[in-house]
Structure formats: C-alpha cells, structure tokens
C-alpha cells in the first residue's frame, strides 16, 4: 500500500526559496513534493518516505501539516479552517452572509431576461442565474439561446449592477464566454467531464459545481480537486438535489451533504431548491432549511411568466413570492447570527414590505 500523503501549508511568512528548499529535500529522499497556490497560501502535497521522518531543522516550518490519503486534498477544511471567500462581481459567497443568485432557468428572450432580472434585483438577490447553454436530456427540447443569450445576460447586468452566473457545456467556449460572464456553472450532467473542469480552473474565474445526480459527496468533493489542482480555489460547490427512489419530487435534495461538506471543505456551499424538487410550494421551506444545515448560499429560478417559460418553468417562481422568501431568510438569518446578502439594486421599500408581511 502507497504512503498517506502529507500536506504542508506555507503561509505567506515562507518564500519561493524556503518552499524550494522543501521540494529538494523531497526530491532527494525519493519522495514526490507538488506545490499549489491556494488563495493565500502554498500547499505542499508530497509522498514518499521521507513524509515519516523528522525534517532538516534548517527549512522554514509550514503554518501546519495535514496527512490525507486518497484523491481529496487541496479542499480540506483544515487547509483554510476559516474557509475560503469567493468573489463573483460585487457578490461574496463564504463570508457569512447568505448571497441569493435568482434568475430564469435559461434566457428565453430580450423582455424576459430584463423584467425577471430587474425583479430579482429589487428583491435583493446578490447575483444574476441565466441558462445560455443549455444541456437538455433531448436534443428536441430548446437548448437556450447561446452566445446571443449571452449578451443578454450582460444586458441584464448592465441595467441591475449584478454580477451573472452561467452555464458552460463545452471546453471549447470556455475562453470566449469568460470574457463576458463573472462565474461559470458546471452542471450536474458535467460534474465528471475532467477537461471541462481543468479548463474553467485554469481561467482562475469563480466556479460553481454542481453536484451530479447520481454522485456521492466524495465525488463531488474529488472533482472539485480538478479546478483547485489549477491553482484556482474560487470555487462554490452546489447541492442541487440526487436521485433516488422517491418520485414526488425532482430529486431528493441532500441538506445531510450540506452539512458534511461544510464541515469537510473550506469551498462554500450552495444549494439550488429549485432543480432539486421541481415545484415551486416547496421552494421556501427547503430554501430555509438549507440555510439551517450551512448553506452559504442559494440559487433559486424566478420568471415573470413561468406558464410561458421554455424551460422549467413548472419550478419557478413568481417574483412576489421569490421577495416573500427573501424576507423570511432575512428573519431566519438574524436567529442564526448571520445577516442576509442585499444586492446593490435592491430596493429597500420592497423589502421592507416584505419584512412587514405584505407580499408584493
Ligand atoms: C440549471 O441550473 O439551469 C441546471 C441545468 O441545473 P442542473 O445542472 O442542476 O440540472
Ligand atoms: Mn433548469
């Protein structure tokens, strides 16, 4: 059996001299030493013999050491016990707020992308959720509006301020949608599509991966590996529901994995309730239960007009009722001790009306 890996972790106190002077010392005990760049820090992966005896007194200490075995590393909890912040625009995931993308499933059109976005943003959503591509389980259903629908989505953020998340489906558009959009989102049908994935991470852009249907928390976790392997640890993991025997909704949303991964990684967690159980009236009690088990954030379909929706719309909401459920994670959060991510466009008598029980 190969030796358990040990992770050594250089704060900043360490230099490109200092950590080289590690990578010898490994290199000449017959023991494999990689470095990665994580946000503020260097982790040291190495393997071999060496990683069980004392090291020479003369190289700098690493801030800790972890020992680790199998193919999750670089998102250990311990390595960041704070966790790791991402950025997406103006939006913060992982520092404590509760941040809400809300959007339509996929653009549709002009009109419909501009009125959901200016409502989800004068509810106060931190971020803007719009399919461009779409990867649907036939090849008859509408596949989105791709790169046209994309140039909507930053239309829409023009007119709100917020940053936009969207769907990659291909390794090939990963270069040309980064020049428009703030974060990608993997799918649950790419979860496992390695080079997709080694791609966005090489961008350094925020990452949001959702977990597939039919994966364990461990998979979720090990292909999360693929995007901080590149030296990218701007990245968001999403619960968004699994399939198992129970048929009344979607999917079965796992809060048990929200909980275990807030505990097992430093990358925040998300949680979509709408792809997960397909119906709109079960939307806010599982949103809110997903901020109870740890959620850092969520990622909610709103349309203006879901009867019309070409896309999911049998599980989106009205934007009233999206604004009913920000104000009850307003309340919610202030039980929790965390306060609710308010968006630059919001408006406050919106909200506020909310707040007082008059759905708007
Ligand atoms: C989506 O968010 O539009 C989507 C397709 O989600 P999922 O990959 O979770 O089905
Ligand atoms: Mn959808």
Same mark, same amino acid.
């Given at each position: 059996?190969?030796?358990?890996?040990?992770?050594?972790?250089?704060?900043?106190?360490?230099?490109?001299?200092?950590?080289?002077? *590690?990578?010898?010392?490994?290199?000449?005990?017959?023991?494999?030493?990689?470095?990665?760049?994580?946000?503020?820090?260097?982790?040291?992966?190495?393997?071999?013999?060496?990683?069980?005896?004392?090291?020479?007194?003369?190289?700098?200490?690493?801030?800790?050491?972890?020992?680790?075995?199998?193919?999750?590393?670089?998102?250990?909890?311990?390595?960041?016990?704070?966790?790791?912040?991402?950025?997406?625009?103006?939006?913060?995931?992982?520092?404590?707020?509760?941040?809400?993308?809300?959007?339509?499933?996929?653009?549709?059109?002009?009109?419909?992308?501009?009125?959901?976005?200016?409502?989800?943003?004068?509810?106060?959503?931190?971020?803007?959720?719009?399919?461009?591509?779409?990867?649907?389980?036939?090849?008859?259903?509408?596949?989105?509006?791709? *790169?046209?629908?994309?140039?909507?989505?930053?239309?829409?953020?023009?007119?709100?301020?917020?940053?936009?998340?969207?769907?990659?489906?291909?390794?090939?558009?990963?270069?040309?949608?980064?020049?428009?959009?703030?974060?990608?989102?993997?799918?649950?049908?790419?979860?496992?599509?390695?080079?997709?994935?080694?791609?966005?991470?090489?961008?350094?852009?925020?990452?949001?991966?959702?977990?597939?249907?039919?994966?364990?928390?461990?998979?979720?976790?090990?292909?999360?590996?693929?995007?901080?392997?590149?030296?990218?640890?701007?990245?968001?993991?999403?619960?968004?529901?699994?399939?198992?025997?129970?048929?009344?909704?979607?999917?079965?949303?796992?809060?048990?994995?929200?909980?275990?991964?807030?505990?097992?990684?430093?990358?925040?967690?998300?949680?979509?309730?709408?792809?997960?159980?397909?119906?709109?009236?079960?939307?806010?009690?599982?949103?809110?239960?997903?901020?109870?088990?740890?959620?850092?954030?969520?990622?909610?379909?709103?349309?203006?007009?879901?009867?019309?929706?070409?896309?999911?719309?049998?599980?989106?909401?009205?934007?009233?009722?999206?604004?009913?459920?920000?104000?009850?994670?307003?309340?919610?959060?202030?039980?929790?001790?965390?306060?609710?991510?308010?968006?630059?466009?919001?408006?406050?008598?919106?909200?506020?009306?909310?707040?007082?029980?008059?759905?708007?």
């Amino acid at each position: 059996m190969s030796d358990a890996e040990l992770l050594l972790v250089f704060d900043s106190k360490v230099d490109r001299s200092g950590i080289d002077g *590690w990578t010898q010392h490994f290199d000449s005990t017959g023991t494999t030493a990689t470095t990665y760049r994580l946000g503020a820090v260097d982790v040291m992966v190495a393997q071999g013999p060496a990683t069980r005896l004392p090291a020479p007194e003369d190289l700098p200490r690493p801030a800790h050491t972890v020992r680790a075995s199998g193919g999750f590393r670089l998102g250990r909890r311990e390595l960041v016990p704070s966790g790791t912040k991402v950025s997406i625009g103006s939006a913060v995931i992982g520092d404590g707020d509760i941040a809400v993308f809300a959007g339509p499933c996929a653009v549709e059109n002009r009109e419909q992308m501009l009125s959901t976005a200016n409502a989800v943003a004068g509810h106060g959503a931190v971020g803007l959720r719009g399919g461009a591509f779409k990867p649907r389980t036939t090849p008859y259903s509408f596949q989105g509006l791709k *790169w046209a629908g994309l140039e909507l989505l930053a239309e829409a953020r023009e007119e709100t301020g917020l940053p936009i998340l969207t769907e990659v489906v291909d390794p090939r558009h990963v270069d040309r949608m980064a020049e428009v959009t703030d974060a990608f989102q993997i799918g649950t049908r790419n979860m496992q599509n390695f080079s997709l994935l080694s791609e966005v991470g090489r961008t350094g852009m925020p990452v949001v991966l959702k977990r597939g249907f039919g994966c364990s928390v461990e998979e979720l976790l090990t292909a999360g590996e693929y995007i901080l392997a590149e030296g990218n640890d701007q990245l968001v993991l999403c619960e968004r529901g699994i399939r198992t025997f129970e048929g009344s909704t979607r999917f079965t949303l796992d809060l048990s994995a929200v909980a275990l991964l807030k505990r097992r990684t430093h990358v925040p967690v998300m949680v979509d309730p709408s792809h997960s159980l397909g119906v709109p009236e079960l939307i806010e009690p599982l949103t809110l239960a997903a901020v109870a088990a740890g959620a850092d954030a969520l990622l909610i379909d709103v349309h203006v007009q879901p009867q019309q929706a070409l896309c999911d719309g049998k599980q989106a909401l009205l934007p009233a009722d999206f604004g009913r459920i920000m104000g009850r994670l307003d309340s919610l959060a202030l039980g929790l001790g965390r306060r609710l991510g308010i968006g630059p466009a919001a408006d406050y008598s919106q909200i506020h009306d909310v707040l007082t029980g008059d759905v708007v």
